[in-house]
């Protein structure tokens, strides 16, 4: 059976608040008797993975997942996931506006707004642009002060529709467009080369089930639970 490899759709984000999880490396280490070892980094990019049991939801909720994971028939099709720890390209990851009140969570998409600017860091996505590019792929980058030169380079692939600002040398292009499917932006305004090119924005994580089954229970007429939900970061998805 043919099926689509990704679809843009989200994991319902009122769900995955509350998920565990984060980044995930695989390193190879090799001890002797002394207690010396080698350590080899197989994976240079981090694949992030989430997880959570869904204790006693309503029947809406569990209905709301069984459908999604019938829709993506389970590890075959991935997805879009909010992770509620690190959506934002500020270095926090997260929106303190929301806990202020300054910006709030969309009800019909269930996703922070974006803020005004000026709220969130800009990220530079290209330091020194060219006169000839006018597209920049999304990244963001996460930093240890004393440790200049190892910073992390993230390619942000699946940024959310309307919550990108793309600026050039810091003045907003507000004409800029971008590719939420691939996290590409294309400029409007005429570059002459050598400006810094930023961008604040929201993203989701592309991602898949990592399981097959999914077992829930009725513990009452409307309400029940799921023992374990298990997602993984795609790093292909096209």
């Known amino acids: 059976m043919a ?3 990704f679809e843009e759709v989200r994991f319902p984000p009122k769900i995955s608040f509350g998920f565990q ?28 993975r989430y997880s959570a049991s869904m204790e006693t939801k309503t029947q809406a909720e569990l209905d709301e997942v069984k459908d999604f994971f019938y829709a993506m028939r389970g590890r075959g099709i991935g997805f879009r996931f ?13 929106i303190t506006a929301l806990q202020s009140g300054a910006s709030v969570v969309n009800s019909s998409t269930q996703v922070p707004s974006l803020p005004a600017a000026g709220v969130l860091t800009p990220q530079v996505i290209t330091a020194s642009a060219t006169a000839a590019d006018q597209t920049h792929q999304l990244i ?3 930093t240890v002060g004393s440790l200049a030169g190892d910073d992390y380079v993230r390619t942000i692939a699946k940024p959310i529709a309307s919550h990108v600002r793309a600026y050039v040398d810091g003045v907003e292009d507000g004409s800029a467009t971008v590719d939420t499917a691939t996290g590409i932006v294309t400029l409007n305004t005429v570059i002459a080369g050598g ?4 961008a604040d924005y929201l993203f989701d994580v592309p991602s898949r089930f990592d399981q097959d089954f999914m077992p829930d229970t009725l513990e009452h007429f409307d309400s029940g639970t799921i023992d374990q939900i298990e997602i993984v970061e795609l790093r292909n998805f096209t």
Do not use: H, M
Request: hydrophobic share 30%; with cysteine.
């Open 195 to 198: 400006e810094e090119i930023t």
């Open 82 to 94: 909010l992770d509620w720890r690190d959506y934002c390209s500020d270095q926090a990851g997260i």
């Open 3 to 5: 099926i689509q490899v």
């Open 140 to 142: 963001k980058t996460y």
């Open 21 to 48: 999880g984060g980044p995930q490396f695989r390193t190879a280490i090799a001890s002797n008797p002394g207690g010396y070892e080698q350590r080899n980094i197989d994976w240079s990019l981090a694949r992030a």
